[in-house]
């Protein structure tokens, strides 16, 4: 984690070494970040994308937010399979939720789509909520701040964070894209904008061609 060329993640409340600089890439980076770097916002899942993002597994079907893709494919413990009329309704809605169930409900997978059936959490991770977001960082305003981030870096050693990230290296990993595979912990977004910024995200590619559950 020494290379000042790439940027690092860490969690909310993680210290930085002095003369880095941390940034958050939350919705809330306008409360968070510095002067010239407030727009990180937009690099926020609950952003809204112009034109939206597609919705993997349903073909033609796009969401406004990648956060209501991501939690409106779950299918939720005491219910009867995925609701699609909630989900079309989400998908179409600029106001991202977080919690569909609330706080602490637990999903038993995702629904895939192309086969009607339903993917596990960490495979979900790699066919959801990673295009999705990618998609998203493909947009000009989107990728002007990908590109913007990568420069500071090497000038300077910087970190991201949302609320959900954390020190890997705290949870015995040693590569971002270890995280991916971490059940225990969310898959923040933020280490998919590091992997990104640093050029690694076939690492992620490599993870998903190699696992065929």
């Known amino acids: 984690m020494s290379n000042s060329r790439q940027i690092q993640v860490c969690g909310p409340k993680d210290e930085v070494p002095e003369g880095a600089l941390k940034l958050s890439v939350a919705s809330r980076a306008p409360v968070f970040n510095p002067d010239g770097w407030k727009d990180l916002w937009l690099l926020s899942p609950f952003s809204v994308v112009k034109s939206g993002v597609a919705v993997p597994g349903l073909a033609g079907v796009r969401s406004q937010t990648v956060e209501n ?6 299918v939720w413990q005491d219910e009867r ?3 699609e009329s ?9 106001c991202a939720i977080r919690f569909p169930r609330g706080r602490g409900k637990k999903a038993i997978g995702s629904y895939w789509g192309e086969d009607g059936g339903v993917i596990s959490y960490v495979e979900a991770r790699r066919r959801i909520y990673a295009p999705c977001y990618l998609e998203m960082l493909e947009r000009k305003d989107r990728a002007v701040l990908i590109e913007r981030l990568r420069n500071a870096a ?3 050693p910087i970190y991201v964070w949302d609320f959900d990230s954390y020190d890997i290296t705290r949870c015995g990993m040693t590569h971002i894209s270890e995280a991916i595979e971490y059940e225990p912990r969310p898959f923040a977004h933020a280490f ?3 992997l990104v910024v640093n050029g690694d995200m076939d690492s992620i590619t490599l993870v998903s061609k190699n696992d065929d559950t």
């Open 81 to 83: 399979g995925w609701q």
């Open 154 to 156: 090497s000038q300077q």
């Open 86 to 94: 909630e989900a079309m309704e989400a998908f179409r809605s600029s």
């Open 192 to 194: 998919i904008v590091a």
């Open 69 to 74: 893709a991501w939690q409106f494919l779950k």
